[in-house]
């Protein structure tokens, strides 16, 4: 391939994917686009006799919509992963605990509507499809915690805080951009 970029990759639950480059993509967040359509068709489909004909039309219609869902998800996700290994030479993501993180109940749902194992997946086997490296950084490596620009590590951030702002050099970027960049300099 001979591309020599690096790109460091920080997933996210607003946007699926901040690059150190700048780029945002944005997720397709399928599923909550179609939590009310999915769940009008659960609701309707709850008091058909189970056998029925209408009760496999309408399991039909919840099947169909299951899978548009899936098939949205994945489609954004393989050209996200096609994109990143196609044009970069060594990519940098971190080790993220999903299940660890599905357990927030919260957060589970925007969790899982992103796919960010799914992303890890298709990264490492189009990495070498395509000639190009996945570096993974340890879990507890502090991509959002330090400063892209001076080094200096903050003790506590906050997930509501969106901006990052150095206290040592008044440094203000993105926090997801921040990430980025750290996890692109940890490569090297």
């Given at each position: 391939?001979?591309?020599?970029?690096?790109?460091?990759?920080?997933?996210?639950?607003?946007?699926?994917?901040?690059?150190?480059?700048?780029?945002?993509?944005?997720?397709?967040?399928?599923?909550?686009?179609?939590?009310?359509?999915?769940?009008?068709?659960?609701?309707?489909?709850?008091?058909?006799?189970?056998?029925?004909?209408?009760?496999?039309?309408?399991?039909?219609?919840?099947?169909?919509?299951?899978?548009?869902?899936?098939?949205?998800?994945?489609?954004?996700?393989?050209?996200?992963?096609?994109?990143?290994?196609?044009?970069?030479?060594?990519?940098?993501?971190?080790?993220?605990?999903?299940?660890?993180?599905?357990?927030?109940?919260?957060?589970?749902?925007?969790?899982?509507?992103?796919?960010?194992?799914?992303?890890?997946?298709?990264?490492?086997?189009?990495?070498?499809?395509?000639?190009?490296?996945?570096?993974?950084?340890?879990?507890?490596?502090?991509?959002?915690?330090?400063?892209?620009?001076?080094?200096?590590?903050?003790?506590?951030?906050?997930?509501?805080?969106?901006v990052f702002s150095c206290e040592n050099c008044n440094f203000i970027i993105d926090r997801d951009l921040n990430a980025a960049?750290?996890?692109?300099?940890?490569?090297?």
């Amino acid at each position: 391939m001979g591309n020599t970029t690096v790109v460091g990759v920080d997933l996210g639950v607003k946007a699926l994917a901040t690059l150190s480059t700048g780029e945002v993509i944005e997720g397709a967040k399928s599923y909550r686009k179609n939590k009310k359509k999915l769940s009008r068709l659960q609701w309707l489909n709850r008091n058909k006799i189970i056998g029925s004909k209408n009760w496999r039309k309408a399991h039909l219609k919840i099947a169909r919509l299951h899978r548009k869902i899936a098939n949205i998800r994945k489609d954004t996700i393989h050209k996200l992963t096609s994109l990143l290994a196609k044009n970069h030479g060594t990519i940098v993501i971190e080790d993220l605990n999903v299940s660890g993180m599905m357990k927030n109940h919260k957060l589970a749902g925007a969790i899982s509507d992103m796919g960010f194992y799914e992303v890890r997946r298709q990264l490492e086997y189009k990495c070498k499809l395509y000639g190009s490296k996945l570096f993974v950084v340890d879990r507890w490596f502090p991509s959002s915690k330090t400063c892209s620009n001076c080094g200096h590590k903050k003790e506590i951030l906050n997930l509501s805080e969106r901006v990052f702002s150095c206290e040592n050099c008044n440094f203000i970027i993105d926090r997801d951009l921040n990430a980025a960049i750290n996890l692109s300099k940890a490569a090297s």
